[in-house]
Nanobody, 117 residues
Framework: QVQLVESGGGLVQPGGSLRLSCVAS????????MGWYRQAPGKQRESVAE???????IYADSVKGRFTISRNNAENTVDLQMNSLKPEDTAVYYC???????????WGQGTQVTVSS
């Protein structure tokens, strides 16, 4: 059973930092893509940052220059370093993994990030 387990969410003041971590278990198959999505109340889930197995990255425009994704393929982990946090970053953050073939999407349970003074 494939599981993605997240940690690191919490409450932080504007301008502060948090580091989210995700570890995958229960599979020996490669995740061709891993990353982080977020969903705020009343909004659609959106991609925040993603990385391919080969290390290519893509960031949402709203987080470029502030967030950094990192991935350790040997350990099956993916982290998200979040700096200069803003209130609009408040959301539930989900770890994501994609395997192929067959195409299978896996999601973590979500971790709450709240940016507020």
């Amino acid at each position: 059973q494939v599981q993605l387990v997240e940690s690191g969410g919490g409450l932080v003041q504007p301008g502060g930092s948090l580091r989210l971590s995700c570890v995958a278990s229960g599979t020996s198959n490669v995740f061709i893509r891993m990353g982080w999505y977020r969903q705020a109340p009343g909004k659609q889930r959106e991609s925040v940052a993603e990385m391919t197995h080969g290390g290519d990255t893509i960031y949402a425009d709203s987080v470029k220059g502030r967030f950094t994704i990192s991935r350790n393929n040997a350990e099956n982990t993916v982290d998200l370093q979040m700096n200069s946090l803003k209130p609009e970053d408040t959301a539930v953050y989900y770890c994501y993994g994609l395997q192929f073939p067959p195409s299978r999407n896996y999601w973590g349970q979500g971790t709450q990030v709240t940016v507020s003074s």
